[in-house]
């Protein structure tokens, strides 16, 4: 089966959400169609999905201030692991982070998350000593 990677469509949406929750991305402070709506008004392009003609076989949102990229919502369909389908995202939204003259990229894995901390190793992500800190300026009720 083929895989394209491209940017999010109308279409895509709903899947890209169940996605998310399958994979244990969502929480409820965060809601994923608010999410979706904002990374879209800011850089469309910068949020991907794995296609399997009209099956969401993954997706990536990545981001970028000026200063550093980051990585959201990596996920692939359990029946997709193991393809590189995540791989292949990763390195689109590298690429396309490059093109926008972006240093460095960033992402996030909660404590525990040994499998995904090991998945990044493989990608020459180094994992940082920084501690993250944050702040809700808007609820997403």
């Known amino acids: 089966m083929t895989v394209e990677i491209r940017p999010l469509t109308d279409a895509d949406v709903e899947q890209v959400v169940a996605l998310w929750e399958e994979a244990g991305l969502v929480r409820p402070w ?14 469309p392009e910068l949020l991907l999905v794995a296609a ?12 970028y201030d000026g200063h550093r990229g980051w990585l959201y919502y990596l996920a692939t369909a359990p029946e ?5 389908i995540g791989r292949r ?45 944050g702040k809700r ?4 009720d």
Do not use: H, Q
Request: hydrophobic residues 45%; proline residues 5%.
């Open 52 to 63: 399997d003609r009209d099956f969401v076989a993954g997706s990536v949102m990545a981001g």
């Open 80 to 84: 997709r692991r193991g393809e590189g």
């Open 89 to 133: 995202l990763v390195g689109e939204a590298e690429s396309r982070l490059i093109s926008l003259g972006c240093p460095k990229v960033m992402l996030m894995v909660r404590a525990g998350n040994d499998p995904v901390l090991e998945f990044y190793d493989a990608l020459d992500y180094v994992r940082e000593t920084s501690l993250l800190t």
């Open 30 to 43: 965060n809601d994923p169609w608010i999410d979706i709506r904002r990374a879209r008004a800011v850089w």
């Open 137 to 140: 300026l808007i609820p997403d």
